[in-house]
């Protein structure tokens, strides 16, 4: 495998608890990987065993009270590379990645100009999709699809990430009207892997749970991988999550999603196109 691309873990210092087991399991599963893995701290540092990790430190290069979007930027600011690999720090491998398909979408990404991102798992977006005639193994997220811009793991060009960023929104704004700007005002091309052939369960290319802490609290799943792992974490500070609770979260979503960030991501494209 090349990797000459970055993998970008996005986290806080207040996560912590999320960083051995991540990179335990990181090791586990990914052990060729030997390149740069950037962590987006605000003020701590990491290290473990071998691997190349770098601690951003963010807070440094903020002003005023830092957010979850302002630090991403920052972060992304930092970065040289010109193709990141996002994750985030609770995505807890599970099973083998497979190294060589990663590097396939990473070559196409080379190959091909046009392409901003490439979603490395089916979970990201449920479609539309379209046909890309580059490589069979991939779909393209069509303009009308929901969660074009979403937070699960995918290659992406580092520049073009930025460009879909606002540094007053919540990572779930910037799915939601990131999609939006996705729709409208940036018609770039994103792909997926072809859910039929690399779905969950079918020879995942980056195989992880989705997500390991929900609301700040541990997913119940985690506590089975953790200790076939021999990972050991106090689950009682965090405490687990409620699955009830998704109930209400969805209901809160499909309320924000159908208000108030409509008129927000219309409003910004109209103004766009005024000044275009």
Sequence with gaps: MT????????????????????FKLFKKFWSQFSGKIYLNTENASFKFDDLNIISIKNERFLKGKPNWSKSLMAALNFIEEDIILYMQE??????????????????????????????LTDQATPGPFEDYIGNKNFKIISCKADYRISCQAALWRTNELKKYI???????????IGTKRAQSLYKDTFLIIDKDQYGVGKNEMLPYIFTGIIKG????????LFAANEI????????????????????????????????ISLLEIQLKRLFV
């Design 90 to 119: 609770d995505y807890f491998l599970n099973d083998h990645v497979n190294i060589g398909f990663i590097d396939e979408a990473y070559q196409l990404m080379l190959k091909d100009s046009s392409l901003s991102c490439i979603h």
């Design 3 to 22: 990797n000459k691309f970055a993998i970008f873990v996005n986290t806080t210092d207040s996560f912590n608890d999320c960083w051995i087991p991540f």
């Design 217 to 224: 609290k541990w997913k119940k799943e985690i506590k089975s």
């Design 166 to 176: 606002r540094t007053y929104e919540t990572p779930w704004q910037f799915e939601l």
């Design 232 to 263: 050991v974490v106090d689950f009682s500070k965090r405490g687990f999550f409620n699955e009830e609770s998704v109930l209400n979260r969805k209901k809160n979503l499909k309320w924000f999603k159908s208000q108030w960030y409509k008129i």
